[in-house]
């Protein structure tokens, strides 16, 4: 009896071995194209309409049962704020006794809310998701009598058109075929049938979801609305029994540091015209500085007594007259900074006068003490005699 069982089991385990290696090999003589697989778009699309379903559903599922634990959350937290409500609420207050059978009806209602919610939507999604692994199996069986009944097809086919004809080879071939076609077929017309009734089956669905969840909110909601308009009148009979205790709301001060930071970011925000003006209030100071030594330097000159000459003199030759130079345009403010500072104005030369270069230049020279018109009278009345005809000489030259 043993023998008999262990002897079924190694031959069962050894068609299962010999069913493999079949499809293996039929598969692979399918993706190099020595034989042909057989087709069915009525039921592709079906398949697929089926996987896109499944997907949808899943994920309806998995948020409704999100949806639930928040509720779950809410309603614990709900319980713990109405509970604090009751204990910190004085039992000499007015509406006492309402406040604790607000607290427990708020209670119950979510308790009923959570219940019904989870029973009409939640397991509804539960059943209709179910049904997904069976027919997932399906159709995978399916899958793999179709590869059976193209390898028993394309072996009758081979023994066929064999050279040499074996009538038992190919009666049993043909019967082989038989066999896998007709539990190919039988499998592939329920799968045809039930696959589109499956996938029309969806709208059903959600639309019984989504009105037992609607249904649901609006009971909650229009129940929980009661509750707070009652909770709302228990509070105002609390607030005209202590009417002197009023609850002032203090602003804040703010610190002092932000007074100090906005009068910071007024003085880094500040105009840059300022900074312009003072560059051009140095640019004229140090231009009116240059002018007045020019003008001493040019006064100490004149003021020079001419030296004594003791025979004619020559009158000095006239000066060169000196072509006109083109005006250069007026360097503007961006452009005299990026020369390297200031533009100060050559000082004017006096004709005939060597031109002095460098900073002495701006030097003033000693100033000699001015004479008083009577010493000027005394040099003209004690002067020698030479100086007048050396005075009129050089005038009569001048003349010539």
């Known amino acids: 009896m043993a023998e008999g069982k262990a002897g079924g089991a190694a031959g069962l385990f050894a068609k299962q071995v010999q069913k493999k290696f079949s499809r293996a090999q039929e598969k692979v003589l399918q993706k190099l194209g020595k034989t042909v697989e057989t087709k069915d778009e009525r039921f592709e699309q079906s398949a697929s309409n089926f996987y896109q379903q499944q997907a949808e559903g899943y994920k309806l599922y998995k948020d409704l049962k999100n949806f639930l634990s928040a509720v779950k959350v809410m309603h614990e937290s709900s319980k713990r704020v109405s509970e604090t409500l009751q204990e ?88 082989e075929f038989g066999k896998a ?104 100071l140090n231009t009116e500085e240059v002018e007045e030594s020019q003008s001493e330097t040019s006064s100490s000159e004149e003021e020079e007594p001419l030296p004594a000459c003791n025979g004619p003199t020559q009158a000095p030759p006239p000066p060169a007259v000196k072509e006109p130079r083109p005006e250069k345009e007026p360097l503007s403010r961006g452009r005299r900074h990026r020369l390297g500072g200031l533009h100060h104005p050559r000082p004017l030369q006096a004709p005939g006068l060597p031109q002095a270069v460098g900073p002495a230049a701006l030097q003033p020279r000693e100033r000699k003490p001015l004479k008083t018109p009577e010493a000027l009278e005394k040099e003209s009345t004690g002067s020698p005699g030479p100086e007048e005809p050396c005075a009129s000489s050089t005038v009569s030259i001048v003349q010539a």
């Open 88 to 175: 910190v609420y004085s039992s000499d207050w007015d509406g006492h006794e309402e406040l604790k059978d607000i607290v427990g009806n708020n209670d119950l209602l979510w308790e009923d809310y959570e219940e019904k919610l989870a029973d009409q939507a939640l397991r509804t999604m539960e059943n209709y998701v179910a049904q997904f692994s069976d027919v997932k199996e399906r159709i995978a069986k399916r899958g793999r009598k179709l590869v059976d009944y193209d390898s028993a097809r394309h072996h009758l086919e081979a023994v066929q058109n064999a050279k040499k004809k074996d009538e038992a080879k190919t009666s049993k071939a043909e019967e």
């Open 181 to 284: 076609q007709a539990v190919f077929e039988d499998l592939n017309q329920e799968l045809l049938e039930e696959l589109p009734v499956l996938y029309n089956s969806r709208i059903s669905c959600y639309v019984t979801v989504f009105q037992n969840i609607s249904n649901l909110r609006d009971v909650f909601y229009r129940e929980m609305s009661k509750l707070n308009h009652n909770l709302y009148d228990v509070m105002g009979k609390l607030e005209k029994q202590h009417s002197n205790k009023v609850f002032v709301f203090e602003p804040l001060q703010p610190p002092a540091l932000e007074s100090e930071a906005v009068s910071a970011a007024e003085v880094l925000t500040s105009d840059p015209a300022d900074g312009e003006n003072s560059c051009e209030s140095k640019e004229s």
